[in-house]
C-alpha cells in the first residue's frame, strides 16, 4: 500500500454553492503533501471531510486501505487554521480532556503529554490557564494536542501562524522528525517558502477543482521552460548576439553577479543545454550557467492567473 | 469511558468550579430570604393616615363613618358637619384633609343615594370609595327597614349564610380551601421548570457560543461527533442545574426549620412526615386542619412527582435544544435575541394559561389544548395534574412531548452542525432553513 490517503471524486455542495467538484487525490505514506490554493479554492471543505467534520455529497475516501469510518478519528491529527482552546481550562486537564477524545486512556495520555511538555521546554505549564499564556504558546499547546496520539496522518492548516521565526524553526523541525518516525504529513499554506521546504508531493486545487498534483520535482520538470540564465564576459556583444538569436530566443536577465558580465536570459526549446554553452564558449568566458527552475510560486501564480476564468 | 460521559463530565465541572456558579449557589438563597424580609417588613409598616372630612347634614351617617375610626385602618375621619362646606373645601385645598364627604340635606332618603359627594385633590382608591358607599348604603338600608316598622334583628335572623361543602363522586369530603393548595403545588413545580429552562438553557446557550468564540471547536469535532457534544452539553450542564437546585433545597429547608424553631412555630403541614407528628398534629389542630392534611395525602402525591420528572427532563431537552442550536447559529449573544423570543413566548404563555386559565377550569377546553402542546405542556399539564387528569390525556402529553422532543433534537443538531462552523454575519431564519439541507 504505497498511499495512506486516497481521494476518489468527492464532490461537496454547499446549497448552489459547488465547494468540491470531483476532486481526487492520492497521499503517499510518509510523505510531506502540500494542499496549496487561492483562498475559497476549497481546501478546508476538503480537509473537513478527511476529518468527518462534514461529509461528502458523493465520492470516496480510503485511509490506510480501508473506507473512511469513525473510527478513523483517532489516526488522525488535526490542527485547523481557525484554532483556540477553552480559555478557563488549565492547561493539563484541557490537553487530558482533548487526548481522551482521541481514544487514549487518562494514563497514557499523562505518559505522552510528559513527553511533549518536555520535549517543547514548557513543562511548567500544566496548572495555568490558557487565558495567561501569549498566543504563540498556546499554539505550542495546540500542536501537541494534535501529534499526541501518534497519529498516522497529521493535517496541519497553517501551523506557523502565530509562531515567531524561532518557534516556527522548533515546529519545523517536529514535523520533519514526525516525518522520520512514519507519519504521513498534509500540510496546507500560503507560504510557498515552506512549502519548497518542506513538501515532497504537491496539489494545487483551485476554484473547486483540482488543476496539478504530484511529486514536487515532477511538477517543477514539467513547469520548467527550458531556460537558462547565462553571465558572459565579451569583447564582441554583437557578434555573440547574433549568434545565439539566430537558434534561441533571448531576453535581458537580471541577478546579481560579481562581474560586469551580461546578462541574458536564453529560451533553448528542443537544444541541448551542451549546444548554448558550446557557442557561447566560442565568444567569450561564462561567469554564470544556472537552469531556470520554477519555484512554487511562480507555479502557483501561473497556474492561478492562466485558471482565472 | 466513553466519549458522551467525557463531555459530560468536563461540563458539569467547568460549570460547577465558575465562580459565578459558586456565588449564585449560596448567595440567591440568602439574597431571597433578604428580599422576602424586607417586603415583609414594608407590608408590615402603617401607611399614613390620611384624614377625611365629614359634612353630613342629615346627621344619619357621620357617626357610622366615626365607628370605623375604631378599627386601624388607613382613614381618621372627622365629623365637621357644623362647619360650612367652603370652608372646609378651602381646607382640602389647603391639605389640611385629604378628603370631604358631602352628604347634602334631602327631602328623602331615595334623592340622597345619588346626591353624596367626594372632594378630594388626589382621586380616590376603589377601596375607600367601596368603603363608603357600603357605609352609606347599609345606613339608608337600615332606616328604611325602620320606617317600614320591619324588626332588624328578626330580618338579620332570617339572613341565611350558604357555606358550601365540596365532595367528590367517591363519597370523601374536600375542602374548599384545597383549591388553592392544588394551584400552589402545580403552580410551583410549573414556574421551577420554567426558571430551570429559561436559567440553563441559557447557559447551554453561552457554552456553545463560547466555543465558538474560543474557536476550539474544529479540534472538538474533529474529535467527536456534533451531536454527541450538543447532547453531553445539555445533559452536564442539567446536571450542574440540579445540583445548585438540590443545594438551594437543602438550604431553604434548614433556613425554614431553623426559622420555625427560632420563632418556636410549629412547622405544620411540613410535619406530615412521620405518623408520631401526624398524631400531634392532629390533637394540636382543629378539625379543618386534620382534615387538610389528609387531603394533601389524598393528592395524587406520585403521579404529580413523576409528572415533574417526566415533564422536566422533556421539557428541558426540548428548550436546551433549541438554545444549543441558535447558540451554533450566532456569533455573540447579542444576536441571538432575535432568535429567543420564540422561545420564551411559549413558555411565557403557559404560566400565563396555568395561572389563568387552569385555575379558573382546570379540565376546560383551553387547558386541556395546551397541556397537549409540546412547547406549553410541560408547565400546564403540571399545573393540571393536582386537580387529577384522565391517563389518557397524560398518555397523549408526554408521548406527543417526546416525539417532539427527538424531531426537535434532531433539526437542532443539523442547525447546530453547521452553525458551529460558521463565523461572521448573523444568520437569518431563511438561511437556518438552508443549513438543514446541508
Known sequence: MSNLLEVHKVVKQYGDYVALNEVSLNVPKGSIYGLLGPNGAGKTSLIRIINQITLPDSGEIILDGEKLQPKHVQTIGYLPEERGLYTSMKVGEQCLYLAQMKGLSKAEAKIQLEYWFERLGIQGWWNKKIQELSKGMAQKIQFVVCVLHKPKLLIFDEPFSGFDPVNANVIKDEILALKEQGATIIFSTHRMESVEELCDHITLIHKSNKLIEGKLSDVKRQFKTNSFEVGILTNNVEGLMYDITQKFTVSPANFKSLNDDLKLNIQIGDATPNELLHLLTQRGQVTHFVEKIPSVNDIFIQTVTENKN | ?438
Open chain 2, 1 to 438: 469511558m466513553s466519549i458522551i460521559s467525557l463531555i459530560i463530565k468536563r461540563e458539569f465541572i467547568a460549570k460547577v468550579r465558575n465562580k459565578s456558579f459558586v456565588v449564585m449557589t449560596f448567595l440567591s438563597p440568602l439574597l431571597f430570604v433578604a428580599i422576602a424580609g424586607f417586603i415583609g417588613y414594608l407590608s408590615s409598616m402603617k401607611a399614613d393616615t390620611k384624614r377625611i372630612a365629614i359634612h353630613d347634614e342629615t346627621g344619619f351617617f357621620a357617626n357610622d363613618f366615626v365607628k370605623q375610626n375604631k378599627k386601624e385602618g388607613e382613614f381618621k375621619y372627622l365629623n365637621l358637619s357644623e362647619i360650612d362646606t367652603k370652608s372646609l373645601k378651602d381646607s382640602i385645598t389647603k391639605e389640611n384633609f385629604s378628603g370631604l364627604i358631602i352628604i347634602p340635606k334631602t327631602t328623602n332618603l331615595k334623592e340622597l343615594e345619588s346626591k353624596v359627594e367626594f372632594i378630594s385633590n388626589n382621586s380616590p382608591s376603589i377601596v375607600f370609595i367601596e368603603n363608603t358607599q357600603d357605609v352609606i348604603a347599609s345606613k339608608i338600608t337600615k332606616i328604611n327597614l325602620e320606617k317600614a316598622k320591619l324588626d332588624t334583628t328578626a330580618i338579620q335572623k332570617a339572613q341565611a349564610n350558604v357555606n358550601i361543602h365540596l365532595a367528590k363522586s367517591s363519597g370523601e369530603e374536600s375542602l374548599k380551601g384545597l383549591n388553592e393548595i392544588k394551584i400552589g403545588i402545580g403552580g410551583a413545580f410549573g414556574y421551577l421548570i420554567m426558571m430551570f429552562i429559561i436559567i440553563y438553557g441559557n447557559m447551554v446557550m453561552r457554552s456553545v457560543i463560547e466555543e465558538k468564540t474560543n474557536r476550539i471547536i474544529e479540534i472538538i469535532i474533529s474529535s467527536v461527533k456534533p451531536f454527541q457534544l450538543m447532547i453531553g452539553k445539555i445533559i452536564g450542564t442539567s446536571l450542574a442545574g440540579l445540583l445548585q437546585f438540590t443545594i438551594w433545597a437543602v438550604i431553604g429547608l434548614s433556613l425554614m426549620f431553623a426559622a420555625s424553631a427560632f420563632f418556636g412555630v410549629n412547622v405544620g403541614p411540613t410535619a406530615r412526615i412521620s405518623p408520631e407528628l401526624m398524631q400531634a398534629a392532629q390533637q394540636e389542630f382543629s378539625g379543618t386542619a386534620q382534615m387538610y392534611i389528609a387531603e394533601l395525602w389524598n393528592l395524587p402525591i406520585a403521579s404529580i412527582l413523576v409528572g415533574f420528572i417526566v415533564y422536566f427532563i422533556g421539557g428541558y431537552f426540548l428548550y436546551s435544544s433549541f438554545y444549543a442550536a441558535i447558540g451554533a447559529a450566532v456569533d455573540n449573544q447579542t444576536d441571538s435575541q432575535q432568535f429567543l423570543l420564540p422561545i420564551i413566548m411559549p413558555l411565557i404563555l403557559s404560566v400565563y394559561i396555568g395561572f389563568f386559565t387552569v385555575v379558573n377550569d382546570p379540565h376546560g377546553t383551553v387547558a386541556v389544548v395546551f397541556s397537549m402542546i409540546p412547547l406549553t405542556s410541560p408547565i400546564v399539564m403540571l399545573m393540571r395534574l393536582p386537580f387529577g387528569v384522565p391517563w389518557w390525556q397524560i398518555a397523549i402529553s408526554v408521548s406527543l412531548l417526546f416525539a417532539t422532543f427527538f424531531l426537535v433534537v434532531w433539526f437542532a443538531a443539523k442547525i447546530y452542525r453547521v452553525g458551529i462552523l460558521m463565523y461572521g454575519k448573523k444568520p437569518t431564519w431563511k438561511e437556518l432553513y438552508k443549513w438543514l439541507k446541508y
